[in-house]
């Protein structure tokens, strides 16, 4: 048998390069157990085992907030309503990032920002209360805040199935994105 046929079996593999080439969440927690020095609760451990998935590539800082306890990012109905919305500010999917803060680590808007660094946020359904922000403002206000645009919104199917709504919404998006 020649050296570059060699062939292993699975068991081998694994047992060979255990810790080189398998890297699991559990390393990283015990890494944050040890940088921060405190110890870590059942809660904090789920919360940084969770990643911080996102529908869309963010290319233009746009982040969109739904919260869907039953879905990885959002029901399909809803999926097809915001793209409509996107295609009617000249946007799509690749322009944005669709956080469902359900799956997300933190609910917190400072690790949201810090993590996704957008210009504008939008939250659908999720209230700057419930975000932990320190500047409440009602529903269709664009709110500036810490270098970004803020806008908060209902859920999805509320915008969809009322005219009122939808059209409150289209008004916020043309201020928000430059729209004639």
Known sequence: MALNN????SFL???LYRDSLIETN???VKEKKINSGTPITEETKNSLLKEWKHLGDHKKNI???VRYDDATYLPDEQLNF?????GACKLSLGDVAVLN???APSHFYKDVLEKFKSSSIILFGFTPEQFQMPVHFP???VQPFNNC??????VLEKLESDKVLKSKLWVCLKKMFNLS
């Open 13 to 15: 593999l694994t047992n």
């Open 139 to 141: 529903e269709f206000q």
């Open 101 to 103: 803060i359900s799956n």
């Open 6 to 9: 060699i062939q292993l079996n």
């Open 149 to 154: 645009t803020f806008l908060h919104a209902p």
């Open 63 to 65: 982040l969109l907030i």
């Open 26 to 28: 559990e390393i990283s």
């Open 82 to 86: 915001l793209t409509s919305v996107l």
